[in-house]
C-alpha cells in the first residue's frame, strides 16, 4: 500500500489519494425494510402513491434499497400453485422507477407473532385446514402444543400438503417467483433473495413462541410432532440407545425457566447438556435444522443460479441471553448447538457456503450486558462474523429493535457502524424499519443519512 501511493508528481497528487482513500473503504449497502402492513392483510398493495413517495424520499437520501416480506400466505392464497404476485408486481415496478434495489424475503411464516407485529397473515387457508386434520403439520412442544406459524421441518419428505412435501412446496413458490419476476431478476432490481427457513423467517426451531414465553427463559426444544419423534426414535435405535427415543430431554424445564433451574441446562445435572446422551439428543436436533436450511438453499440456488447479480441469504437469530453461560440453553432450544465445544454458528455457515447463501444476523445495536440472563449479544456478533469469514460467505447485519421510536439512538448507530466494520467491512445492512418518524421527521432523518454514509465510507 505504501509504495503504490507514493507521490511521483503533483499533478497526480489528487487522483492518487482519492483512489488509496478509495481502496481504503468499502461501501457497505443501507436497506431499508418494509413495513409489516405494505401488503394489507388481505393481500393488496397498501397505498401506492404514499409507498412512491416514500421510496423517493430514500433514493433522494441515497438509501440503496429496500427489503420486503413476500408472503406465502398471500400469495399462494387461493389454493396449492395458484399463485398471485400482483401486489408484488406492483411495488418492484414503483421501486424499479424510482430506481432503487430491493430484496425479496421468502417469509413462509406466518406475519402477527412477533415483537411488534401490525399484521397478520397466517399461513395459506389451505395449508391451515390441512393442519386443523393432521396437526403434527407442525412444531410441537413436549406439553403438545402445536405452533401454527410454520410447518415443521418433519415434513421436508413428508407429502402431507395435498401430495407435495414442504420442501416441494418451497421450491415451486420460489420457482413461480423466478418465472414471474425474471426481467427484475435480470436488471438487478431485485438483487437479493432471502429465503424464509423458519418462524420470524429465520432458521430455528420456534422456542421462544411469544405467546407461551417471556424474556429470558431458557425457551422449550419443538421435536413433538408425530415426525419429528418418529426420526427421534430412529436415531436412538441407530446410536444402540432405543432408550434415547421417546422424546426429547424430560428435565429441560419450561419456556420460562432459568437454566440453573434446570438439569439438563445446568453444570451438574443428573444427564445434562455435555453427558453422553445429551450430546446425542443436541446432535440429533440441529443436525435436522442444518439439513431443513442445506435443502432449502439448495433449491434456491438452483433455482436462481442464471442472476450473476444476485445473492441469496439465510438469516438466522439473535439469541444473545444465556450466551454467556456454559450450557448456551436457549440457543441450544432454537436449534444452534453452540456448546460442548461445538461453534454452532459456524457449522451453519459451512452450509450456506455450499450455495453461496449470505449469513443474515441481527443485534448489531445491542451490547453486551452479562449480568442481565448472561446477554453477550457483542461476542455473538464477533463468533457469527467470524464464521462466516472462515466459510467464506458475505455477512448481512441487521437490528434487533426499533432505534428510532421517538428520536434515534446516536450511540445504537455508533455500534451498528463499529460492528460493521471492526471485523473488516460486512456485505449490507438492513435496517428495521422503515416509518414516517424516521424519514420524514428532519432530525431522524439526518441522523439515519449520516448513518448511511458512514455505511457508505466504512
Ligand atoms: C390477485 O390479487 C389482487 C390483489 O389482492 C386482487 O385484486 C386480484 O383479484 C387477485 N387475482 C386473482 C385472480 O385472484
Ligand atoms: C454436567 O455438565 C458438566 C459440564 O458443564 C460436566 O462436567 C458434568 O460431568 C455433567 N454432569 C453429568 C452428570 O453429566
Ligand atoms: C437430509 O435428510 C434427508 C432425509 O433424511 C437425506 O436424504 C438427505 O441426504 C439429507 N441431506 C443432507 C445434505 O444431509
Redesign the pocket.
Known amino acids: 500500500m505504501a509504495r503504490s501511493c507514493g507521490v511521483t508528481s503533483s499533478a497526480a497528487l489528487f487522483l492518487v489519494l482519492a483512489l488509496c482513500v478509495a481502496a481504503m473503504h468499502a461501501y457497505i449497502p443501507v436497506n431499508l425494510m418494509m413495513p409489516l402492513d405494505t401488503i394489507t392483510n388481505d393481500g393488496a398493495l397498501n397505498d401506492p402513491q404514499g409507498i412512491r413517495q416514500d421510496l423517493q424520499q430514500l433514493k433522494n437520501g441515497g438509501v440503496d434499497g429496500v427489503m420486503v416480506d413476500v408472503w406465502w400466505g398471500v400469495v399462494e392464497r387461493a389454493g396449492p400453485r395458484r399463485y398471485n404476485w400482483t401486489s408484488y408486481l406492483q411495488l418492484v415496478d414503483i421501486v424499479d422507477q424510482v430506481g432503487l434495489k430491493i430484496q425479496f424475503v421468502t417469509s413462509f411464516h406466518q406475519c402477527g407473532t412477533n415483537v411488534g407485529d401490525q399484521c397478520f397473515i397466517p399461513l395459506p387457508p389451505w395449508v391451515l385446514s390441512i393442519g386443523q386434520a393432521n396437526p403434527d403439520i407442525y412444531y410441537r412442544d413436549r406439553e403438545g402444543g402445536a405452533d401454527d406459524e410454520y410447518l415443521s421441518l418433519g415434513v421436508d419428505?413428508q407429502p402431507v400438503l395435498n401430495g407435495r412435501t414442504a420442501l416441494q412446496v418451497y421450491a415451486d413458490y420460489m420457482s413461480s417467483l423466478e418465472q414471474t419476476f425474471r426481467v427484475f431478476l435480470q436488471k438487478g432490481t431485485i438483487n437479493q433473495i432471502q429465503v424464509g427457513m423458519g418462524p420470524a423467517g429465520e432458521l430455528r426451531y420456534p422456542s421462544y413462541q411469544l405467546s407461551k414465553w417471556s424474556y429470558c427463559g431458557v425457551g422449550e426444544f419443538q421435536c413433538y410432532d408425530k415426525y419429528m419423534l418418529a426420526d427421534l426414535d430412529q436415531a436412538a435405535i441407530a446410536a444402540g440407545h432405543p432408550d434415547w427415543g421417546n422424546g426429547g430431554p424430560d428435565n429441560a424445564g419450561t419456556y420460562d425457566s432459568n437454566p440453573e433451574d434446570t438439569g439438563f441446562f445446568s453444570d451438574n445435572g443428573g444427564d445434562n447438556y455435555s453427558s453422553p446422551y445429551g450430546r446425542f439428543f443436541l446432535n440429533w436436533y440441529s443436525n435436522k435444522l442444518l439439513?431443513h436450511s442445506?435443502?432449502i438453499l439448495k433449491s434456491a440456488r438452483q433455482i436462481f443460479s442464471r442472476y450473476s447479480g444476485l445473492s441469496i441469504a439465510g438469516k438466522v437469530s439473535g439469541i444473545h441471553w444465556w450466551y454467556n453461560t456454559n450450557s448456551h440453553a436457549a440457543e441450544l432450544t432454537a436449534g444452534y448447538y453452540n456448546t460442548n465445544g461445538n461453534n454452532g454458528y459456524l457449522k451453519i455457515a459451512q452450509v450456506f457456503s455450499k450455495y453461496g447463501a449470505n449469513f443474515d444476523f441481527t443485534a448489531l445495536e445491542m451490547v453486551n450486558s452479562p449480568n442481565n440472563c448472561g446477554s453477550a449479544p457483542e461476542t455473538l456478533v464477533k463468533q457469527t462474523i467470524l464464521a462466516a469469514q472462515i466459510a467464506h460467505v458475505g455477512y448481512d447485519g441487521e437490528n434487533a429493535l426499533e432505534l428510532c421510536s421517538g428520536s434515534c439512538s446516536q450511540s445504537g448507530f455508533q455500534q451498528i457502524i463499529k460492528e460493521s466494520t471492526q471485523y473488516g467491512a460486512i456485505s449490507g445492512f438492513t435496517y428495521l424499519r422503515l416509518t414516517n418518524n424516521l424519514i420524514y421527521n428532519q432530525n431522524n432523518w439526518n441522523t439515519f443519512l449520516n448513518f448511511v454514509n458512514a455505511m457508505h465510507r466504512a
Open positions: 419428505y439439513n442445506d435443502s
